[in-house]
């Protein structure tokens, strides 16, 4: 296996950049003329906008440009349209979408929307103008819980969308899943909420416009996960140019894990300021107004119910929730409490029936959009709450439940109740390698020192099943330069995955060359003519497909080079190891050379020009990919204060082939962390009655850090291959989620189940815990 | 931020002329609070007199029963002070144990104790060892400095410089952190002083405050289970989104057995 062949754990090429502070993020980038933009926030969560007076902010020293809400109208901009992969009600009319504008026109419907645009010589003279600015609001009543904002007599956020309803969904078999809970033995059912949390990225949003009126260009630098879906809806939605009018690049993004994924409006108005201004006009989100003013998730209150057999064996799935998405739809906010999460409903249990219901209601909250899993990790926490708390109600063994519930590799492959075609896995084998790898035999003598300190101990395991999403296409391309340099360009982008890793480490392995000759170009709308971005876990196994069609596209036009250069028949060229080989013959040519032969027209085949072995291409997945898991926790509880700790953690995932392992733990490490955030801190609370945000900042929003995080075992299944994709990967990005919520929660449970505990809602903060303990005493 | 002029004076005298001199003067001590206040422009001082070059207010002493801390010096000298550790181990735990190592090589003693903050740690050990806050104008007992929700007996233009701990018998502090800031939501220090036991507790109400029932308790039986059935009533505590104030009470009295167990 050559050294940095597929399977290698490369070290991230990107890592020194980061790590020695030679990135280039928006904040890192000035142009000349460069001037500065503050958004001025509603601080209201429901206001009529009365009057703006702008006349005195604009006089103040350095300001260049205010808009407002007016202004926008009278510019004549367009709206941006949701591309949520569901758009209709049950009953077949289109979801109720409100119009929405890169700021408020009229009215304010959460706090934190933005209201006007101040852009001034410099930021703090922006800033003492953003403070300024008179804006006279009228103060309206306003709702944050989804539930209440479905109620009659809420206040209502738009005058003709009545009830705050944007769409009710369906999916699976509802009169066969009825007909099964009909006729079970046992039926468990329990309300789970899916708490609202939010990305908090490194970076905050940002972005930088530019403006040329003499090719009425435009530049948009911007930490975005997705330079072309976005430059469709900024140029072609909002400003009414041609695409090809603006140039989209994403620089080094700093984290994103979906809250990057949208169109804001922001980007949008700094897009207009830089044309009325004629500078270029830099915008950079504070903390506080990335709490306010990012893409929440989650967010999700369920009912799930779960029909048995006298033996435990499952017969029937039904999950009705209410997801409330904030005031728009904004990109693809209507999709998670829908489609997302109804997909992966029932994991890698074999279910015979299930059924999926939904309403998606409008609130005064900032907008919902994915985050890391949209909809995967709801559903994996909602099946494994509903069994845990079946196990424990109706006196089963919790793993050994789950265990005679697994589908079997005989099983497949299958469509599940929910559409998923799951074509490969090994879950019970998975399974069975995650409770071997956690150190079941000792685990009474833990349970017993724990006991010692006057602390519970708890263990549970958590399998998890769920789907690859984001853009089908993906654009790999390949240059060779003349001085022996590759450049490679996709149109996926990574916000600190390793993708400059990751891929060139395909093309190398493929081509035979030397990793490091690669150059890796994304987030660029001129470098690449289609791009899917980030989202979805999407990345390798759509992008990392498209570098190997293109490497396979190489090779193929190498083989006729080298057949000519060896005098050879093409069919008998035969590529291994970095070189052309003649299998008649034994005569071979090394692939540099053929790369170096290919600038020649003399040493070419007639039909071949010099640049030949540059290659563009396009894969389109099929049909999206399955990657599961099993995913198991210890964790130790104070009973005295209720605070939790995760004591060990272990994974076994598969995602099929692995391409570098380093990179795979890295994101199995991630998104545990996420998860271990989700299930025991982060929540995102408003004030019920003023739409207040009450987690405004890290002193308030509860971050996992490191020594919040146990020791990690993770370890790789790969032996059941998918034939989706040529790679023969699965997905990586967003299972840390799936697994983790449900095994430290059900783990916490376990620890005391003795106390008669049953359910705590996520965040499993202490108080709540706490709480729990002396209510079921 | 707003604009403001700053200063370093190199001396007490200097700082006091500058300010004198000044319309809305403020010190800075490490900056961890002041900062941020005025980042977000909570705050609007015409003058910032920067403390971190005046002698006076720094060094570290113990001996004769007695640590003095000098109030520049930042938490991660108390916390790592071999002197400190011997003559009071709870007080350099407590300092180790505050923030983070950036917040704990910033903020100094003497900016912790003049904010106030309700949920800091020093307030707890410097009222639960009956220490002594030295200023440019007197001396002040541990009992008459922390007057309400940041405020401070300290007058405007007073200066804390340096404060006494004397050693106790022994001292124990437990801290129930916040999981997000990592200020206490509850902490409870528990001291054998020479003048008697003295229970203080931070982050649970308005202001640190000292629980007479627990410190009378203790008195009689210095052990956890002289503490059974003693609770300080919620209606006194303060609730927010992290913690009701009934859950402080309980943690009060948890927190005050294990700083008594941990005493040993
Ligand atoms: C992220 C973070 C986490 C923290 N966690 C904790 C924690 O867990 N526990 C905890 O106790 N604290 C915590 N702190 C507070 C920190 O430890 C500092 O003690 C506190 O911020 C103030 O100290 P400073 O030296 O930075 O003072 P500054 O911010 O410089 O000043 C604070 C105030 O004190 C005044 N002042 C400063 N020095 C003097 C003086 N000598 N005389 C009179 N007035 C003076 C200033 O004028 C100002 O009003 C945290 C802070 C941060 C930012």
Redesign the interface.
Known sequence: MEKFGIGQGIRRHEDFRFLSGKGTYIDDITHDGMVHAVVVRSPHAHAKIVAIEAQSAMAMPGVLLIVTGEDWTREGFGTMPTKSAVQKKIDGTPLNQPPRHALAIDTARYVGEPVALVVAETE?QAVDAA?ALDIDYDELDAVVDPVKALAPGAPQLWDDIPGNFCLDFELGDKDGTQAAFASADHVVSLAIENNRVTAVPLETRGAIASYDPETENYLLENATQNVHANRATFAGDVLNIPEEQLHHIAPDVGGGFGAKNSAYGEPALILYAAKRTGRPVKWINQR?ESFLSDTHGRGQLSTVELALDKDGTFRALRTSTIGGIGCYCWTVGPFTPSGGAARTQGGPYNFPAMYYSSKVAFTNTAPMDPYRGAGRPEASFQTERIIDYAARTLGFDPVELRRRNLMTPDMLPRKTPMGLDVDSGNFPEVFDRTLAMSDRAGYRARVAASAEKGIRRGFAIAPYMECTGGGPKEFAGVDFGRDGTVTLRVGSQSTGMGHETSMPQILAAELGIDFDRVTYVQGDTEATPIGGGHGGSRNLEVGGNAVLQAAREITAKGKRIAAHLLNSNEDDIDFADGAFKDVKTGQSIAMDDVIEASFETGRLPEAMDPGCLDTGTVYEREIITIPNGCHAAEVEVDP??G?VRVERFWAVDDFGKIINPLLADGQVMGGVAQGLGQA??EEI?YDEDSGQL??GS??????PRAD?LPEMKIAYFEDAPTAKNPLGVKGAGEAGCCGAPPAIVNAVIDALAPDGVRHIEMPL???KV??AIASAR | MYEFQYHRPESLDEAAKIFAGADDPKFLAGGMTMIPVMKQRLAMPSDIIDLSRIGELTGLSAGAGMVTIGAMTPHAEVAGSKEVEKAIPALAALAGGIGDPAVRNRGTIGGSIANNDPSADYPAAVLGLNATVHTTARDIAADAFFTDMFETALEDDELITRVSFPAPEKAAYAKFANPASRYATAGVFVAKTATGIRVAVTGAGACVFRVEAMEQALSKDFSPGALDGIAVPADELNADIHASAEYRSHLIGVLARRAVLQTG
């Not at chain 1, 890290?698 to 971050?703: F, G, I, K, S």
Request: glycine share 4%.
């Open positions: 703090m403070e506080g005295e204060t605070a025991l801190l609370v009450l987690t890290l002193m308030d929003y509860a971050l919040d903060t202490p108080e706490w709480r």
